[in-house]
């Protein structure tokens, strides 16, 4: 059963454009909701991330849009660059007990950013 | 500071064999987790150690697997014997704390080939 459905699978942009990556999640106890980057031949690594307690954040051109009722969280690449070509994966943390500080991730989106 | 490093970079073994892959965390990190990566598919949880204990192994697929931590400081990951369905890649990732506050830093992965 997979707890978190993170779309689409790939994505193409145009420079400055907007990128936008959708993931959803099942249990309403997640309470962090990270977003890892991952280039080739590296390891992910933490972009942004978001607690349900804001309806967004944002840091630079990244934005996280969280929505508590419907149990989804996007992430917003704005003026989508070249750099920003990479493997984005969406993730939740379990909140507590022997699972305490363990991540489900998302399938992954590979995001290209023509010039 | 050193990153998270893993070793080797890529394994190529047949069915059968054994393989065992290392994992060196950031100085310092008390919390050291194992991931898998199956092409295609979701990076999935297979363990956490704190310090040398193992905190939460409810990701481990099988008992072909087997993962140490002596001395709380490096960690590896044996597989014995090797099957197709082993194939991916293999991340480490560290962290200072555990849950929110302790940012996971994932080393490059291990590429393994079962064949």
């Known amino acids: 059963q997979q707890q978190v459905k993170q779309s689409p699978q790939s994505l193409i942009v145009q420079k400055g454009g907007i990128s936008i990556i959708n993931c959803a999640y099942e249990n309403t106890a997640f309470d962090y909701f990270p977003w890892y980057q991952q280039f080739p031949g590296k390891g992910p690594a933490l972009l942004i991330a978001i607690r349900p307690d804001v309806s967004e954040k944002k840091e630079g051109r990244f934005t996280i849009s969280f929505n508590k009722s419907a149990k989804q969280f996007s992430l917003h690449i704005m003026d989508s660059q070249p750099g920003d070509s990479a493997t984005y994966f969406c993730?939740?943390?379990?909140?507590?007990?022997?699972?305490?500080?363990?991540?489900?991730f998302g399938q992954g989106t590979i995001l290209t950013v023509h010039p | 500071e050193a990153g998270v490093t893993q070793f080797p970079s890529h394994s190529v073994i047949e069915k059968g064999q054994t393989v065992t892959l290392r994992c060196d965390p950031i100085s310092g990190h008390d919390n050291l987790y194992w991931y898998r990566r199956v092409m295609g598919k979701e990076i999935k949880f297979l363990l956490h150690f704190v310090k040398e204990s193992k905190q939460d192994e409810s990701g481990m697929p099988n008992n072909r697997f087997l993962a140490e931590r002596t001395g709380g400081t490096y960690s590896t990951l044996k597989v014995q014997p090797a099957e197709l369905e082993d194939s991916g890649v293999y991340f480490c990732?560290?962290?200072?704390?555990?849950?929110?506050?302790?940012?996971?830093?994932f080393g490059p992965g291990t590429r393994l080939t079962v064949t």
């Open positions: 990732a560290s962290s200072q704390v555990s849950g929110e506050g302790g940012e996971q830093y």
């Open positions: 993730a939740v943390l379990y909140p507590g007990g022997t699972s305490y500080g363990k991540l489900t």
